[in-house]
């Protein structure tokens, strides 16, 4: 059973915008506090750049803060992320998990961001 599924990746030109979408299972989405992370290139460790809790609650990295948002629907069981003002460094594979993921599920396929010039 597929439990994390990520969209929305693609290409994006440095100063653009992306929004990046996660369906959960709702019972992994209940309760938990979901981040979206990461992973610069294969083989690279996940970096989370964003969670919201359970109660709505945001905390960013630095390199994300006041560009990207992250935002979850308790309803439809997705979490998203709209990425604003794309840098070249925000490049990478995304993927989404509970926090910490060492408490969810495997990884899903991710959704890659490609930033180019």
């Known amino acids: 059973q597929v439990q994390l599924v990520e969209s929305g990746g693609g290409s994006v030109q440095p100063g653009g915008s992306l929004r990046l979408s996660c369906t959960l299972s709702?019972?992994?989405?209940?309760?938990?506090?979901i981040g979206w992370y990461r992973q610069a290139a294969p083989g690279k460790e996940r970096e989370l750049v964003a969670?919201?809790?359970?109660?709505?609650?945001?905390i960013y990295s630095d390199s994300v803060k006041g560009r990207f948002t992250i935002s979850r629907d308790n309803n439809a069981n997705t979490v998203d992320l709209q990425m604003d003002y794309v840098q070249v460094e925000d490049a990478g594979t995304y993927y989404c998990?509970?926090?910490?993921?060492?408490?969810?599920?495997?990884w899903g396929q991710g959704t890659q961001v490609l930033v180019y010039s």
């Open positions: 998990n509970i926090v910490p993921s060492r408490l969810g599920p495997d």
């Open positions: 709702r019972s992994i989405m209940s309760g938990n506090a």
């Open positions: 969670r919201v809790m359970a109660y709505g609650m945001t």
